[in-house]
């Protein structure tokens, strides 16, 4: 279709383009001054929130300190064919690596490949004790410190820990390694335990997630339909544990459920149990998923009462009062409309659970601890924040995962926490 430009159109297009530039500009100042407002804001969460998230990302694969320390090394094993040992260039290239270096860089490294391979620490530290005084030729005297130097296996591991980036810590937390040919494969079953500390951790989640939602949909239901002092009574019995530390309520639990703690001795005193075999209710899995799911039923019930609460009661009388039966009237209507406070409870719960340290190394046994505990371990004891990273970054995953899946069956603009 033909466009007419007639002498009216040109002419009020000329006069209103003043006004729509002048418009275009008020519209740009107001949004950056609201930039600027929320400005601080986001500078903060930058901060405290999106840099240590990337800083502990990059953890997992930063691997700079070895080809920082062995910058010869590193030149001459790239040209190496892999096939036998090294010649004496590579070797040389070494020695002159661990003569310039300081005593705390080749420890540094010494222990990064101890990562790779137990004992190379020991081995490296030992060659680097001698070879700082040794004169070329260099490959007897790094085979006269230690003869596993004349073996290609561990010139194979040198070169993989040499790449400023690495995938060895992300591959270990998930069981997995890169064999000589760079080709990724499991480990040994005997060495194989973070898949199984990963899974335990879904399990205890994921169980002390249901049994948040058995024990916490009725009481919500209560306190929805309750009036007046009771749903506020209730209510304050729900926020109660928020007032008191998560140490101290783990603690109490302890003194319940030892052998001869609370539990035990009314069970004992009603007579379900014989006093001289009480029940093993701490240090173990059931000790877990009680005191955690004490802990947190109160971010099942609150997001479930919150939309309980909005749910109209004319809804049920007038399915009953069209002939539909109590329970026909909850499975049809008072439950689809109360699934985005289920849905919001669970996400959190669950993912909450998912990063849980303290309750389960006070109540859980050896083979109750979670992901957080090996993080724990391997950031405070062995030092190892390569390791740690990768685990954390695993149960980022997870959790973004979580966030999709929930954005994706329910919105993310219908979470109500409270």
């Not at 430009?5 to 107001?30: E, H, M, Q, S, Y």
């Amino acid at each position: 279709m033909a466009l007419m430009l007639t002498d009216d159109v040109i002419n009020n297009a000329i006069d209103t383009a003043p006004l729509a530039r002048r418009l275009r500009g008020l519209r740009r100042k107001g949004q950056m001054r609201a930039l600027l407002l929320v400005a601080p804001l986001m500078l903060f969460l930058l901060a405290i929130f999106i840099l240590p998230i990337g800083m502990l990302l990059i953890r997992s694969v930063d691997n700079r300190e070895v080809a920082r320390t062995l910058p010869n090394t590193v030149s001459m094993l790239s040209s190496w064919d892999g096939k036998g040992v090294p010649d004496e260039a590579v070797y040389a290239a070494l020695a002159t690596d661990m003569k310039a270096s300081s005593r705390e860089d080749v420890a540094e490294i010494a222990k990064r490949l101890n990562y790779y391979e137990t004992g190379m620490r020991s081995m490296l530290l030992k060659t680097a004790r001698t070879i700082r005084n040794a004169k070329a030729p260099y490959k007897d005297a790094f085979i006269a410190a230690d003869a596993q130097w004349a073996s290609p296996r561990y010139w194979h591991l040198l070169r993989q820990a040499m790449p400023e980036l690495t995938d060895f810590y992300l591959l270990a937390a998930l069981d997995m390694s890169r064999d000589e040919t760079g080709v990724i494969t499991t480990v040994a079953p005997e060495n194989a335990v973070h898949i199984d500390v990963l899974l335990r951790t879904f399990a205890v989640s994921a169980s002390v997630t249901l049994l948040c939602l058995l024990l916490g949909y009725p009481l919500a239901a209560l306190i929805a339909r309750s009036k007046g002092g009771i749903a506020n009574a209730l209510l304050i019995l729900v926020l109660l544990p928020f007032w008191t530390s998560l140490l101290v309520r783990t603690s109490a639990w302890v003194v319940l459920l030892q052998s001869r703690g609370v539990v035990n001795s009314a069970l004992a005193w009603l007579g379900v149990i014989d006093p001289s075999q009480p029940l093993e209710l701490i240090y173990n899995r059931i000790g877990v998923l009680i005191a955690m799911t004490h802990v947190l039923l109160p971010f099942m019930v609150l997001p479930i009462y919150s939309v309980m609460k909005s749910i109209p009661p004319v809804y049920l009388r007038a399915a009953s009062s069209l002939g539909a039966p109590p329970l026909s009237a909850f499975w049809r209507i008072y439950l689809p409309m109360s699934m985005p406070g289920v849905s919001a409870g669970g996400l959190l719960v669950f993912i909450l659970a998912l990063g849980y340290y303290i309750t389960p190394a006070l109540v859980g046994g050896p083979r109750d601890q979670m992901v957080s505990y090996y993080i724990a371990y391997y950031s405070n004891q062995v030092t190892n924040w390569g390791m740690a990273a990768a685990l954390s970054a695993i149960l980022l995953v997870a959790v973004l995962i979580l966030y999709a899946v929930y954005n994706r069956l329910v919105g993310i603009d219908r979470l109500r926490i409270g």
